[in-house]
């Protein structure tokens, strides 16, 4: 049962394009945050934004789908990356922020498309798209300042070393949830990350 309860979606003025849509992106989120991804459906998404349920699935052929959109509709933009003066506190800014989105309104919809990618193959495409190469790509941007500064090796600009921490992060969500303590976040950067990327020392090691 819907927790928005029994509502007349017929009631009031006729709500079309970029409105009805913003409605049912509310209503989608709204509905997450009260039961969860595993028990939001068509029918309680269009009873809380006072939709047709035909409406919804003539732009949504399933529940997945129109959380994605509902979820990127509200993201904020991927491209403000954290500027400190080093990669470290760059890095470390950048897992901040992804913890934020999965701590904010929108963290109940992200975690359940996490875990319905790993069930549901055709979905694994557009969260790529959406929502993984935007995070890579602000991250591999903080490794080419580092770069520039000599702090990072530049053979270690590419994607996959850039995916390393937000996938490391990822893997502690889904399996050990949300809220993600700060010092798992130091953990990826000084542990893993760091040594991945660092460029090699020079210089003649000392003899004993």
Request: proline share 7%.
């Amino acid at each position: 049962m819907s927790s928005a309860g029994s509502v007349d979606y017929r009631s009031g003025s006729r709500r079309r394009g970029d409105a009805l849509y913003a409605a049912i992106y509310r209503a989608t989120l709204d509905e997450l945050r009260a039961v969860g991804y595993a028990d939001l459906t068509m029918e309680g998404v269009a009873g809380r934004a006072r939709a047709s349920k035909g409406s919804l699935y003539r732009r949504w052929p399933s529940r997945a789908e129109l959380v994605v959109d509902a979820v990127h509709h509200t993201l904020p933009s991927c491209g403000e990356l954290p500027d400190t003066g080093s990669v470290r506190g760059d890095l470390l800014g950048c897992l901040q922020g992804f913890v934020r989105l999965l701590n904010g309104p929108s963290g109940e919809a992200i975690r359940g498309l996490m875990a319905e990618v790993i069930r549901n193959p055709d979905l694994r495409e557009i969260i790529r798209v959406r929502f993984v190469d935007p995070g890579v790509m602000v991250v591999l941007e903080a490794l080419r300042r580092g770069a520039a500064r000599g702090e990072v090796r530049a053979s270690a600009l590419t994607p996959r070393i850039a995916g390393v921490g937000p996938e490391l992060l990822r893997q502690h969500v889904l399996v050990h949830g949300t809220p993600v303590p700060e010092q798992v976040l130091i953990e990826i950067i000084d542990e893993v990350v760091l040594p991945l990327i660092s460029p090699p020392v020079t210089g003649r090691q000392p003899t004993l």
